[in-house]
């Protein structure tokens, strides 16, 4: 039988190694003038908010905006991407993960 008892687990990391926080803060800073990434929703123009379900690809404003901070995202330019060491810190901190927590 199927338990539906939820089975997460919880790992610490170094944040100060990992800073995905400051990256991201950096990168809505500089391309739409939001201070802080728990105000980003306030930064999408009402006019640019869905209004129905996303399918498939997330292809709007707000994520048009994510995508930015890495060139290697596709995104429709709505801001110029740039590298931040977002992708570069992903796959550091994905090789860690596999060593220290995967085993």
Do not use: N
């Not at 123009?45 to 596709?74: C, K, N, S, W």
């Amino acid at each position: 039988m199927y338990s539906t008892e939820p089975k997460l687990q919880y790992f610490a990391y170094d944040v100060g190694r990992f800073d995905f926080r400051s990256i991201y803060a950096a990168h809505l800073a500089e391309a739409i003038g939001c201070p802080a990434p728990e105000e980003f929703h306030k930064y999408i123009p009402a006019d640019r908010m869905p209004t129905h379900p996303v399918e498939g690809t997330a292809h709007t404003y707000g994520h048009d905006i994510l995508y930015a901070i890495d060139p290697q995202f596709r995104q429709a330019g709505i801001v110029p991407a740039k590298d931040r060491g977002f992708l570069t810190m992903y796959r550091e901190f994905m090789r860690w993960f596999e060593k220290e927590i995967v085993g």
